[in-house]
């Protein structure tokens, strides 16, 4: 169980206050970078699906006998879809040809910010999952935020750019 309790909290992310999907979503996007800066896009894939199949693991574990499995200490789902989201301009990075240092500002802080705004609002297919309920709600609304964070970081760049002027 206490394996579990730390991994739900990303191992304390989640017991700051206030805001913990916040300040999950901050340490996540920092080791984000991080993990993107070591290995560049396929590390970071790599280590999205294993702490997206840590989350689906550990939250029913966690949670079992809880009233209400999606608590707000539990951010192991903001840390699988904000690491979703960042994958999106790190595949573009890398695709490039840049190197893993060369990861500016704008494609991470889009990425988080995009994140905070579809996991706070929730539209379609976001709501859906958590409106779901359940342990598997408590990961998949996140994920489905990443998603979307991602393509629309991806969006935001182009525009940027010019590419889709």
């Known amino acids: 169980m206490i394996m579990e309790k730390l991994l739900c909290t990303w191992f304390g992310a989640g017991n700051m206050r206030p805001a913990p999907g916040t300040w999950g979503s901050l340490v996540a996007i920092a080791l984000g970078v991080l993990i993107h800066w070591v290995g560049h896009f396929p590390l970071l894939l790599l280590a999205t699906a294993a702490v997206t199949a840590l989350g689906f693991w550990a939250v029913p ?3 079992a006998g809880m009233e209400d499995p999606d608590r707000s200490e539990i951010v192991i789902d903001e840390v699988a879809g904000q ?11 890398w695709y490039m040809g840049l190197p893993s240092t060369d990861f500016p500002y704008p494609g991470w ?12 609002w929730k539209p379609w297919l976001v709501g859906r999952a958590d409106r ?5 709600g408590v990961m998949l609304d996140d994920l489905w935020a990443g998603l979307f964070a991602g393509i629309a ?13």
Do not use: K, N, Q
């Open 153 to 165: 970081t991806i969006i935001a760049a182009g525009i940027s750019h010019g590419f889709l002027m």
């Open 132 to 136: 779901e309920g359940g342990t598997r």
């Open 83 to 93: 690491w979703l989201a960042l994958c999106f301009p790190s595949f573009g990075f």
């Open 109 to 120: 802080v889009a990425a988080f910010l995009f994140f905070r705004l579809f996991d706070i």
């Open 61 to 63: 574990r966690y949670t």
